[in-house]
């Protein structure tokens, strides 16, 4: 098969752009010819203060986008589109290049950004939902986007115009969601019901709890991912206070509260506190297998939090929130523990449940490992993967089928 993968990659890597990767090569592995097209938000930055003026236009319709991807499809003729993201750059335009050379498109719902123009359905401390429930144009006096009144308008924008013109219902064929939680939402927000499937992401290559070096468990408790307020960074910490310097924390991550975070640590003298700023991939995985546990504390949604199930894949179960994807990831009492979303005693108390009770915690941590090994592999993930690209491309075959013949003399 030939398969187009279309994706925006960030000025910062994300997770978006680990499953893009993962993703292309999974495929590229299966004997599939992948052609990729992509662009990067760092192409801004060389952008003139002339050609910036044009970026509320680009995010909408990008012309340069749109003429590049059509190209490639009129010399290439893939069997199938893939997007993963295209905001701001690339832009929804590439969809109507696609329905151009009737190529099937699938898209990826890495975040919410369909339904809220911050992406996280979360502000000001809490979930929010006000741009489902009523409009898109409340984000704007909020500064919901980088709190800047003109990028969430620009997104505000994009979004409501093409619900105007019907891509989000009609230039899609297929849509993957992560979790059935993330589903469940995109329908309320307006999207086809018939059109979304659910896939989750995947971890590869398999960090296996039985290969390497073998590492003793460690006395720790760990945290992995952005130090941001929707992650539930603030009640992590209060939790810790609480705890009274018993149980050791390590902090894997980066991110806008990295500095306020240590100096609250210090402040509360949470000397057991320690922050291990960005890590490479093998040394992350280090961390999580020399952990008893990983704490996800979000207090947004989650699409999906990767963390979680590279925790699974290293047999190391989960303490989350009772909020969104992560209920649905991590089960209560058989892979993980839920507490409360921004209860910082309730964590408190499961956090030191859980450091108490390490034969039950161990026995959470095999549960966690066969979830891993019956939904989040990349074989597992491959046959969904192809699944859906027949589910995508069927419609079009069967149209073309159906289409009257025209002879034309010689």
Same mark, same amino acid.
């Given at each position: ?53 044009? =970026? ?31 905001? #701001? ?19 990826? =719902? ?16 809490? !979930?929010? /939902? ?20 003109? *990028? ?65 468990? *460690? ?47 210090? =402040?509360?003298? =949470? ?25 996800? &504390? ?6 999906? &939090? ?10 190391? #179960? ?11 990831? !991590? ?26 009770? &390490?034969? /039950? ?16 592999? %990349? /074989?597992?993930?491959? %046959?969904?993967?192809? /699944? ?23």
């Amino acid at each position: 098969m030939k398969i187009f993968l279309v994706h925006n990659t960030y000025q910062q890597a994300g997770g978006e752009d680990v499953v893009f990767r993962q993703e292309r090569d999974l495929l590229e592995h299966a004997g599939h010819q992948v052609l990729v097209y992509c662009r990067s938000n760092s192409e801004i930055a060389n952008y003139s203060t002339l050609k910036r003026l044009t =970026l509320v236009g680009r995010t909408v319709w990008g012309r340069d986008s749109y003429r590049d991807v059509k190209a490639l499809l009129e010399n290439e003729a893939p069997d199938i589109a893939h997007f993963h993201n295209t905001f #701001p750059l690339i832009s929804p335009s590439v969809y109507y290049a696609c329905r151009d050379r009737c190529v099937p498109v699938v898209q990826t =719902l890495h975040n919410y950004r369909l339904l809220c123009p911050a992406a996280t359905l979360f502000k000001q401390g809490r !979930v929010c /939902e006000a741009c489902i429930e009523h409009s898109l144009w409340r984000a704007i006096p909020n500064r919901c986007y980088r709190q800047s009144s003109l *990028a969430t308008a620009t997104l505000s924008l994009m979004l409501g115009a093409h619900r105007w013109l019907g891509t989000w219902t009609a230039m899609v064929d297929c849509y993957i969601a992560l979790t059935e939680s993330a589903r469940k939402k995109f329908i309320e927000g307006g999207l086809p019901p018939e059109k979304i499937v659910v896939k989750p992401n995947f971890v590869c290559p398999d960090p296996s709890p039985n290969g390497g070096s073998k590492l003793p468990r *460690a006395n720790y408790a760990l945290f992995v991912g952005r130090l941001s307020e929707e992650k539930g960074m603030h009640t992590l910490i209060a939790a810790w206070a609480r705890l009274n310097g018993q149980i050791p924390l390590v902090i894997v991550g980066d991110g806008p509260l990295v500095t306020r975070l240590r100096a609250e640590a210090s =402040l509360l003298s =949470l000397g057991n506190v320690s922050f291990r700023g960005h890590l490479t991939r093998h040394d992350m995985f280090q961390a999580v297998k020399g952990a008893h546990f990983l704490i996800l &504390p979000s207090q947004c949604y989650e699409n999906f &939090p990767m963390s979680a199930v590279e925790a699974f894949s290293c047999g190391i #179960p989960v303490i989350c929130s009772r909020l969104g994807a992560m209920q649905e990831i !991590v089960a209560d009492g058989r892979t993980g523990l839920h507490f409360t979303p921004g209860d910082a005693n309730d964590l408190m108390t499961k956090v030191e449940w859980a450091w108490d009770h &390490p034969q /039950e915690m161990a026995v959470m941590g095999r549960a966690a490992r066969a979830e891993y090994e019956a939904r989040y592999t %990349a /074989e597992r993930n491959y %046959a969904l993967l192809m /699944e859906i690209y027949r589910r995508a491309i069927e419609p079009h075959r069967a149209t073309a089928r159906n289409s009257p013949k025209i002879s034309v003399p010689a």
